[in-house]
């Protein structure tokens, strides 16, 4: 396969056919469980081990439920790397098996990274906004007034949602949920959390984890199911010894 090139914002055109990759069955499980969430505004976690497919569950469902229905997606994450991989899950999955209804969606890409755009570019026409949480936050008044003011929905989803507790994440998650709430849209604001690790060891850190994401998990499959159905390899540890 090759790879796709990633540029800082554009249209990704919309292929005829079925998505290339197909999912496995707790992905379709972990699909349907979000379908049923969907019905009303949330703020929940989809957990599955490393591996386990988070990213393309995610954009198999966000692309169906929101970017068809001509809805807006934000997704933010800490490391420019998880963005490059967001987008590029997007731009292999953007076939009319998922996205009947549209011929193609805008992305916008931002992070400090020089090859990502700025907050300051964010434009209306802008469908799926993929982001680094600092650099959202250093423009959260572009954000706010060039692209959420004229939402009624929007889909926040938090990559490695276990740091959501940190202020830099709470900041950002307000602002759009109170944001959307001042201009009377209570139940337009909707937020999916992906992680392999939602149990924090710091008991501060899982009440604080709860109050972020209130509908608590989703739907979760564990790291032993998905090595038993040989979709995940069994670890091999070795012990090296040093003199340390």
Request: proline letters at 3%.
């Amino acid at each position: 396969m090759t790879a796709v090139q990633v540029t800082y914002a554009g249209l990704i055109e919309v292929k005829r056919g079925e998505a290339p990759k197909e999912l496995y069955s707790h992905q379709n499980e972990a699909i349907k469980a979000l379908n049923e969430t969907n019905k009303n505004a949330f703020e929940g976690l989809l957990v599955l081990p490393t591996g386990g497919g988070k990213t393309l569950t995610a954009v198999h469902w966000l692309l169906r439920n929101f970017i068809n229905n001509k809805k807006k997606v934000l997704w933010i994450a800490h490391h420019h790397e998880l963005l490059d991989q967001a987008l590029e899950t997007l731009q292999l999955s953007a076939y009319s098996s998922l996205l009947s209804n549209v011929s193609g969606f805008r992305y916008r890409i931002i992070s400090g990274h020089p090859k990502h755009d700025r907050p300051v570019n964010i434009e209306k026409t802008d469908d799926i906004i993929i982001a680094s949480k600092d650099s959202l936050n250093s423009g959260l008044d572009h954000l706010l007034n060039n692209w959420v003011y004229d939402l009624q929905e929007v889909l926040l989803v938090v990559d490695e949602a276990h740091h959501a507790t940190a202020k830099t994440y709470r900041k950002l998650i307000n602002a759009v949920k109170d944001n959307l709430k001042k201009r009377g849209h209570n139940n337009g604001f909707k937020m999916l959390g992906l992680t392999a690790t939602p149990f924090r060891t710091d008991e501060s850190e899982k009440s604080l984890l709860k109050l972020v994401f209130p509908n608590d998990i989703i739907f979760s499959e564990h790291l032993r199911n998905l090595i038993a159905k040989g979709i995940l390899a069994e670890p091999i540890f070795e012990n090296l010894k040093t003199n340390i």
